[in-house]
Every structure is written in C-alpha cells, then in structure tokens.
Nanobody, 122 residues
C-alpha cells in the first residue's frame, strides 16, 4: 500500500526550529516531486515548498530564507527544515508526491500524507 507519513511537528516558541520528515512506504520517491503544503484553521491549503526528482526547489515567498527542503532518496524521505518560526507558520503540514516539475500547486500531486501539526506559540 502506497503511503506518505509526516513526522516532526510539535509546539515551538517563535524563533525556534523544527524539521519535518516525509517518509514513503510502498513506493520509491526517486522519480517523484515532493511538495510540502500547510493549512491553518479557516484558511485554504497553501504550498510551502517543493523539490523535484532532480533536486530543483521552490519556496513560497513567506518562507523563503527560513525553510529548506531536501531529499534523501536512499532513505526514501524528504525533509523540511524550518527555522526562525513565526506564529503565522502555525498549521497542519502535509507532504504530497506527484510526477511533475517542482510546483506548489496541489493539482499535480497524487499521493498525500495525513499531516502533522506545527504550532508556534510562546
């Protein structure tokens, strides 16, 4: 069964850091673009970052310079390092896989994880 599982979320103070992981099982991520998305209460899901199979990356303007996406295909895992976190980063974070160029539109992504909660609060 194809599955994506996010982990690494939690409660962190403003200015703190978290590293999210997106692990795949049942299929290999080698040929997939992986996107990170987030959804805050009462808001639409938005793209945060994406990384293509050949390592091209994209970031939302709101996270550029603070977040870094990376992939370790040997571990079948993609990471999102989040630094200098702000309260407005609070959301459920989802990873998704699709055969596409690096994009933060959710349309091309076929497989989605269940999400992990990130809360930034003092």
């Amino acid at each position: 069964q194809w599955q994506l599982v996010e982990s690494g979320g939690g409660l962190v103070q403003p200015g703190g850091s978290l590293r999210l992981s997106c692990a795949a099982s049942g299929f290999t991520l080698d040929y997939y673009t992986i996107g990170w998305f987030r959804q805050a209460p009462g808001k639409e899901r938005e793209g945060v970052s994406s990384i293509s199979s050949n390592g091209n990356t994209r970031y939302a303007a709101s996270v550029k310079g603070r977040f870094t996406i990376s992939r370790d295909d040997a571990k079948n895992t993609v990471y999102l390092q989040m630094n200098s976190l702000k309260p407005e980063d609070t959301a459920v974070y989802y990873c998704a896989a699709g055969i596409t160029v690096a994009t933060m539109s959710p349309i091309p992504y076929d497989y989605w994880g269940q999400g992990t909660q990130v809360t930034v609060s003092s």
